[in-house]
């Protein structure tokens, strides 16, 4: 707990007015951001010599639909220094963007894709922001809550033309 | 002075060596690979959505056909992050029970994996070799959970069922028999220089990079990084078994095979540990909320059988809040991030799947390289479309 500790204290030091909850859930630390200060926190957490959080474990989208701003990003990040993990959360609304942390760390190319797809969040300065699961041409969403579970329409074939 | 341009091709997605229905599309200068780019998705089932919509319990036969062949492992990994939703204790024989199945299971895996890479490199004798033994543990798996390749074995809280009569014999015979086996598949490859050429020096990137790619398991521990989720996050009584963590130097090819050939001695050891030590006792928390009740009240006992109707009707409620848990797979790091909105059924239903991610290195660790390494580098990470796709 005390390199976790060292991090919120490093984090509140340097962006104070960016954090804005910090929870714990079954000895799990969340840190909820501002959306414009990510890209920056990220890099702070990724760089800095006594943090180190070089491995993103994961990233995903969140829908919080109907609720404004609409959805969330979620990084899960691991310190092979500390030994210790850390959630990052921020939220985004239906029609903005969130910085990418593709230069971050490389495994985000593919996780953001993945969001765009399934969630339709935008990212900004992603190299190839393209669908990664489902095909061009696509039209939704699958992931987003009021996406239904059986498909947008049921008699139609679920394949695209060729 | 001719012309040279490049020549693209496609390979998969149905190709025998890309391990289901992975498709990459191949730029070449030559036999040189400038460009490559994976195409994924062919086996996308939306898993993560259709598990919003069903009970905590009912998402438990989902997780086995994420990473088919290692279904344990799979099952595993969702059962911890629900208990630490619910934060509820597991008995002491079940974690014992767990730890069995799943090495057991990571052997079959790394089993699987090592007779077709070697199939795809060409060599033909391991694949005869290694599902041999295979066959011995499903047999295992067939009479304890009654299923082969998707068992849906674990539940949340324990176990499903004890131990029948007599399988720690089976058991214990198959850990004493393995080592030497594993003797048989060093004498086909360890030294053959065919195999040698083919795998060393192939698919090398630098240790950072792994990292960065979010590169985890064999494959990160090939690079010689010592990050095992059974070490660094002990879960399930893994602290109470004497293992080490196998680790390569330079992360190519031969090492990734040397790292698994070790791992699977070392899983091999923790079960001969498990089994001698098994403890007595009940093989699933008891909590009337989550668990079912036996079987015997159940048909002699009103008030249990009305538990059981709720509990597989409706499910429970866990408390509000979001959970990460994860095991140590055969392919790497897998995780369940769960968020929990107090219904009884998952907000969100995030599985970190480790081939996804050691997949999205795969054109670092081939451009630059010949197209027949592609061949070796896709079966050293060790794919399953299965769990790139979801």
New interface residues.
């Given amino acids: 707990m005390a390199e976790v500790n060292l991090t919120i204290k490093k984090l509140r030091e340097k962006f104070l007015n960016s954090i804005l909850e910090v929870t714990t859930?079954?000895g799990?630390v969340?840190v909820t951001v501002t959306k414009g200060e990510v890209f920056e926190i990220c890099k702070f957490l990724h760089s800095d010599s006594d943090l180190q959080y070089?491995?993103?474990?994961?990233l995903?989208g969140?829908d919080f639909f109907p609720q404004t701003p609409r959805f969330g990003v979620?990084y899960?990040l691991y310190s092979?220094k500390s030994?210790q993990?850390l959630?990052v959360k921020t939220r985004v609304g239906e029609t903005e963007s969130i910085p990418s942390v593709e230069s971050i760390?490389?495994?985000a190319?593919?996780y953001e894709r993945e969001a765009y797809d399934?969630f339709g969040i935008t990212f900004d300065n992603h190299p190839d922001l393209r669908?990664?699961?489902?095909?061009d041409g696509y039209e939704g969403h699958?992931?987003r809550k009021d996406?239904p579970?059986e498909g947008p329409d049921f008699d139609k074939p679920f394949v695209p033309e060729v | 002075m001719a012309e040279t341009r490049l020549m693209t091709i496609n390979m998969g997605p149905q190709h025998p060596a890309t391990h289901g229905v992975l498709r990459v599309v191949l730029e070449l200068d030559g036999e040189v690979i400038v460009r490559s780019t994976p195409h994924l998705g062919h086996l996308h089932r939306g898993m993560e959505k259709l598990a919003e919509s069903k009970t905590y319990h009912q998402a438990i036969p989902l997780t086995d056909r994420l990473d088919y062949t290692n279904a344990m492992g799979n099952n595993f990994a969702y059962v911890l992050a629900v208990e630490k939703l619910l934060g509820i204790q597991v008995p002491k024989r079940a974690q014992y029970i767990r730890v069995m199945m799943a090495e057991l299971q990571r052997i079959a895996a790394h089993l699987i994996w090592l007779g077709t890479h070697a199939l795809d490199i060409g060599a033909m004798t391991p694949l005869l070799y290694t599902f041999r033994e295979r066959e011995d543990i499903l047999r295992i798996f067939e009479e304890v959970a009654g299923g082969r390749l998707t068992p849906t074995y674990l539940r949340i809280g324990g176990v499903s069922k004890d131990f029948p009569e007599g399988i720690r014999e089976k058991i214990k015979a198959f850990v004493q028999a393995f080592p030497g086996h594993i003797k048989e598949y060093e004498t086909l490859l360890t030294k053959n220089i065919i195999w040698l050429k083919r795998t060393k020096g192939v698919g090398i990137i630098s240790k950072e990079d792994a990292i960065s790619f979010g590169v985890t398991g064999p494959t990160l521990r090939g690079f010689g990084v010592k990050y095992d989720v059974r070490k660094a996050f002990p879960y399930s009584s893994y602290e109470e078994f004497d293992f080490e963590i196998p680790i390569g130097s330079v992360g190519d090819v031969y090492d990734r095979y040397i790292v698994r050939l070790r791992e699977m001695e070392w899983s091999n050891s923790i079960v001969e540990q498990a089994l001698e030590r098994l403890p007595k006792g009940p093989i699933i928390a008891i909590d009337p909320r989550i668990t079912l009740p036996p079987k015997d009240d159940v048909l002699t006992d009103i008030a249990s059988l009305i538990r059981q109707f709720k509990i597989v009707s409706e499910g429970f409620q866990p408390p509000k809040g979001e959970v990460y848990a994860s095991v140590e797979a055969s392919k790497g790091e897998l995780g369940f991030y769960l968020v929990s909105d107090g219904s009884n059924h998952p907000f969100r239903f995030r599985i970190r799947t480790p081939s996804f991610a050691n997949l999205s290195a795969l054109s670092k660790m081939i451009e630059g390289g010949l197209i027949a390494d592609v061949i070796s580098v896709i079966g050293s990470i060790d794919i399953v479309l299965g769990e790139v796709d979801r």
Avoid: G, Q, S
């Fill in positions: 859930f079954r799990e969340t070089r491995l993103l474990t994961d995903c969140l979620v899960l092979m030994n993990r959630r760390w490389k495994v190319n593919w399934l669908r990664i699961m489902l095909w699958p992931l996406f579970v």
